[in-house]
Each structure stands twice: as structure tokens, then as C-alpha cells.
């Protein structure tokens, strides 16, 4: 079964806020509020895709994994570069033993992007980014 991977049209920011409002929180701010989901996803000037920096993974049109990159300028110590912060990941059950996960992050980890930082996540996924040798940090 192929899953396809992409970024979200501007057109389908209620797909997207259904798949948030069922799998990630119901009534979560981004399904309450489409003008701060737009705030956060769709910044055109930091972000070079047309449409949302939301990735989706479907099957037959189907969504069954998202991940949000929030674009921003990272700086560290002065050096400036650009940089996406990871949010609402999310795979269903389902389809968790395979690469989707690793699939919708890869959307992110690319150039121009230099860095990619993910903030509050789950003892769930703290292997997964083992794995891929990025730096964890504990408490």
C-alpha cells in the first residue's frame, strides 16, 4: 500500500484540523482558531514551499500521519541560519511500525533548513530521535 508524502495545500486546512481535532486533542487551538494555525504554518516569507509547512502522509487520500514545521531564524551565538521547529506529530496507531514517522520528519530535514528542533516531546518518540543521532536533551 503506497503512502504519499507531501505538504498541505492552503486549500486543506480542514482536512488537516479534522486529522487534529480526532488524533492529536479535540478542540485543540488550531481547529478552534484557522487564523493561528495560518500564523503558525503559513509564513511565506521564512517558509520555500507553496501551501502550509505541514507535512501529511496519506493512502489513498486518506491522511494517517501529519507534522507541522514551524519556519523560523535560528540564531546561536550570534550565527543565524534557518530553522523549522517541529509540532503536532502525530501517526495513528496503526501505521507506526514503519517508516512514516521517520518519512514526515525528513520533509524538514533538508536544505535551506540547517537545524530542526523539536521542544516537549514524548518519552514515546525520544528513540526515534535517538536513532536518527540527533541530540536529546533531558530535563
Not at 541560519?81 to 496503526?94: D, G, L
Amino acid at each position: 500500500m503506497a503512502i504519499d508524502f507531501r505538504y498541505a495545500g492552503i486549500d486543506e486546512y480542514h482536512r488537516v484540523s479534522r486529522f487534529l481535532n480526532e488524533y492529536w486533542a479535540k478542540d485543540h487551538v488550531y481547529v478552534r482558531l484557522p487564523e493561528l494555525f495560518d500564523w503558525t504554518f503559513h509564513r511565506t516569507g521564512l517558509w520555500d514551499q507553496e501551501g502550509y509547512s505541514f507535512a501529511v502522509a496519506e493512502i489513498k487520500g486518506e491522511i494517517v500521519g501529519i507534522l507541522g514545521g514551524i519556519p523560523f531564524s535560528f540564531n546561536c551565538h550570534g550565527k543565524t541560519s534557518r530553522a523549522v521547529w517541529t509540532a503536532n506529530y502525530m501517526v495513528r496507531p496503526e501505521y507506526r511500525g514503519g517508516s512514516v514517522g521517520i518519512r514526515l520528519l525528513r520533509m524538514f530535514w533538508r536544505p535551506p533548513f540547517e537545524t530542526v528542533l523539536s521542544f516537549g516531546i514524548t518519552p514515546s518518540v525520544t528513540p526515534l530521535y535517538h536513532l536518527l543521532r540527533w541530540r536529546v536533551m533531558e530535563q
